[in-house]
C-alpha cells in the first residue's frame, strides 16, 4: 500500500501564498494521477485539483482557478500544490490522494476516484 505524507501548511496572512508537498512511497508513482482535496471544520472534503499520470492534464476546482497549481515530479514521487492570492475561506485540511486507476483518461475530481490519502496538513489563513 503505497504511503502519502503531505508537508508545507501553516498559517498565512489573506493574499499570502504556500506551497504544498506530498511525498510519495512506491515504484509505480508515474502510472497514477493525483489529487488534492480539503476539508474544512463542519463542511464535506471538497476537491481542489488534479493531475493526471501524464501530468499534462490539470484540473480545478471554480473557488481555486487562477490561484492554485498542481504539478508533480515523478523523479522525486512528489505532487505539489501551489497556492497565491490565499483567502480566509481556504483555510482547512488538505489532504493529497491518488488515483485508484493506473493510466486513467478523464477528469478525475471525485474522492471516490482515489484510493490512497494522506494524513493531511492544516492550512489556515488569517484575515
Known amino acids: 500500500q503505497v504511503q502519502l505524507v503531505e508537508s508545507g501548511g501553516g498559517l498565512v496572512q489573506a493574499g499570502g501564498s504556500l506551497r504544498l508537498s506530498c511525498a510519495a512511497s512506491g515504484r509505480t508513482f508515474s502510472r497514477y494521477g493525483l489529487g488534492w482535496f480539503r476539508q474544512a471544520p463542519g463542511k464535506e472534503r471538497e476537491f481542489v485539483a488534479a493531475?493526471?499520470?501524464?501530468?499534462?492534464?490539470?484540473w480545478y476546482a471554480d473557488s481555486v482557478k487562477g490561484r492554485f497549481t498542481i504539478s508533480r515530479d515523478d523523479a522525486k514521487n512528489t505532487v505539489y500544490l501551489q497556492m497565491n492570492s490565499l483567502k480566509p475561506e481556504d483555510t482547512a485540511v488538505y489532504y493529497c490522494a491518488k488515483d485508484s486507476v493506473p493510466w486513467a483518461v478523464g477528469a478525475r475530481t471525485s474522492s471516490r476516484d482515489f484510493n490512497s490519502w494522506g494524513q493531511g496538513t492544516q492550512v489556515t489563513v488569517s484575515s
Open positions: 493531475i493526471s499520470w501524464s501530468g499534462g492534464r490539470p
